[in-house]
């Protein structure tokens, strides 16, 4: 029988492939968008600034060297990260992470979809399409070249497991979407998202270790999943990969989170917690509302969660690094714990 021997979380965010002292380059960004959401509400960065004054000295937050130490602890614990998965050495990794417009559209948009095709190709980046993108926005190249190898790379993807996690949903009463064969447009293939593409270059650093990605639309309206049932989505994937019967070690990967790109560490200690507790009620009555933009991949977490819900792995979060970069809290928080 197959068996689940560790699992993981990592956050993704540009951010992490941002030199810190390009950071302020989405922070203008933050400054034009009309609608953060944090709390619930929406509100403009004046408004956001403004609302959140009392609750921290962000302009402190965002000097260099406050943001120099961040960067710094968040390569160690990717370093950390890729040096586990390295030495654990699972013969397959389920990813669980989201679709951010990159195979899925506004035409189609399922909540949970699973992999099942022969393999997936992580799209090459070249130098050329890197230099064109950074002429236009050298923040969004960066964050391409990190989820994205120089030349087209292909994952093997254990379709047995895939299908067995599919039968299980199906019995379990999830009507989850699948997907076997990666999705084109007239520009090509397109490759795997972020989410995955992520944890292929900087954790896996791009051995072709089977791979079963699972994608979940944290992120648009109307049909977000609630964390409730992330939760139970998650003990489904659980049960499938115990009861799969080959002889198989698993890891599982939560990719993204945690809040973004207002960061609310509040929020991210309640949910940090409340999963190395397994404390299941404060997990699964966050309020749905919380869960937006960024902040929504903790839902990735979630599922992580339910999946290791059954198994006697422990949670150990290697670090929380809230990276802010404008005076109204806005960023990136980083997470990263294991399961062993
Ligand atoms: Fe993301």
Redesign the pocket.
Known sequence: MAEIIYGFGSS??PLLSTPPEKWDLRAADDRKNPSHPFRGDFYTWPELYEHRKSENDFEKEIEIGVREGRAERNHKSLDALADKFEEVDPDICVVVG?D?HEWFQDQVQPSFTVYFGDEVINTGLTQEAYDAMAQRSLGLALSLAANHPPEDHSYPVPTGLAHRIIEQAIDDEFDIATSGEQPSNEKGLIGVG??VGFIYRRILRDKPVPVIPILLNTFFPPNQPTPKRCYEFGQSIGRAIRSWGEDKRVAVCAS?GVSHFVIDEEFDDRLLKAMAARDVDTIINEPNHMFRS?TS?TKNWITVSGILSETSLEMNLLDYVPCYRSEAGTGNAMAFATWQ
Request: glycine letters at 34%; a negative charge; hydrophobic letters at 10%.
């Open positions: 993704h965010g989201d951010q972020h989410a993204g960024g991949e």
